[in-house]
């Protein structure tokens, strides 16, 4: 029998996947507040970051829950707008009703009509994967297709870039988009990762967090490589005496877990405010201002004074030459 959502809190605690328990947290607050929350949660990342785990992830915490859920994948399906429809259709096991001589208006309004019914019986969830392969429709999508969907069905859209201006920057959606940017994971999922998996050597687990930089794909390309018990990392680079003894002997605080070079640069200097030193180490891991204002939660404009503030102290003028001074 499917759980309510006013059930959701007597529920344990779902799985999470490790390094993403403050993302999960807050899908967990869609689920409980659905009718209160944004229409549109946007993951976005480069390849290999894990956008796709996550939004499987929030699918099944979805469907425990009882909420409809309708995945597709803009890999697998041509890029018009009656293909889209389609899917819709079919994951909702309605395609088959349809004659197949319908025309292809009818098709989209009867996708739409679809959610719309859903919607009103509970709560909808419309999760689309590698969005930026939609772009020659998006702004039929933005403009057209989500819009008519009066009631509340929340859309995951997930992709290597953030939604573009035309989303952020309309009246009608800028206050309705949720960003959730994905980097890298940190020392310390790596650590709980590897261990999941029956790596503990300390040595053997620091040297596979540099080779892999927390790269969930290259994480799992080097655990392909697991032969009888034992994983084998052929082309880990030797980092001789310049590894972190910290590392090795682990039982890390934050502040003194392995930095990079540009990170540690910057935490080493004295004339930035511990603001400035987030906004400087989250800008030379090449995120945009607005990333980082998401991920401080903090506006645009202060990101921007910050920048200018920690351009003016360092002697840079832009990012590029900031990133070569702090590495002479």
């Known amino acids: ?11 344990e ?18 689920l409980k507040h659905y009718s209160n929350m944004e229409r549109i949660l946007n993951i976005y990342g480069s390849a290999g970051v894990g956008k796709s785990a996550l939004a499987e992830e929030f699918q099944k915490q979805a469907t425990r829950l009882g909420a409809t859920v309708i995945a597709i994948d803009a890999a697998k399906i041509r890029t018009v707008p009656e293909d889209f429809s389609r899917q819709v259709l079919y994951q909702l096991d309605l395609l088959d009703s349809l004659s197949s001589l319908s025309d292809p208006d ?57 939604l573009s201006s035309q989303w952020t920057e309309s009246p009608f959606w800028k206050r309705s988009i949720y960003r959730m940017p994905l980097t890298n ?44 018990g034992e994983v084998v990392f052929p082309s880990l680079r030797d980092d001789g005496d310049q590894r972190h003894p910290e590392a090795i002997t682990f039982g890390l605080t934050p502040e003194k877990m392995p930095m990079t070079k540009p990170e540690a640069a910057i935490y080493a200097r004295t004339d930035l405010t511990h603001r400035e030193k987030e906004v400087a180490a989250l800008a030379a891991e090449g995120l945009t201002n607005r990333d980082i204002a998401s991920r401080l939660f903090l506006s645009e404009v202060t990101i921007k004074k910050h920048m200018r503030s920690i351009f003016q102290k360092v002697g840079a003028s832009n990012r590029t030459q900031l990133l070569k001074l702090l590495m002479d």
């Not at 994967?129 to 929340?154: A, N």
């Open 13 to 30: 605690q779902l799985p999470r996947l490790l390094g993403r328990e403050w993302e999960s947290e807050i899908f967990s607050v869609y």
């Open 185 to 228: 994971l940190d020392f310390n999922s790596v650590v709980a990762y590897l261990r999941t998996c029956g790596i503990v050597e300390p040595e053997q687990i620091y040297r596979i967090w540099k080779q892999t930089d927390g790269l969930p794909l290259m994480l799992a390309s080097w655990l392909s490589g697991h032969n009888n």
């Open 106 to 162: 009818f098709i989209i309004r009867a996708s739409i009509d679809a959610i719309q019914k859903r919607s009103k019986l509970g709560p909808a969830f419309l999760f689309i994967d590698t969005y930026e392969l939609l772009e020659p429709m998006d702004d039929w999508f933005r403009d057209f297709y989500i819009p008519q969907i009066k009631d509340r069905c929340l859309c995951v859209i997930s992709g290597r870039n953030p």
């Open 1 to 11: 029998m499917n759980l309510t959502f006013h059930e959701y809190e007597d529920l």
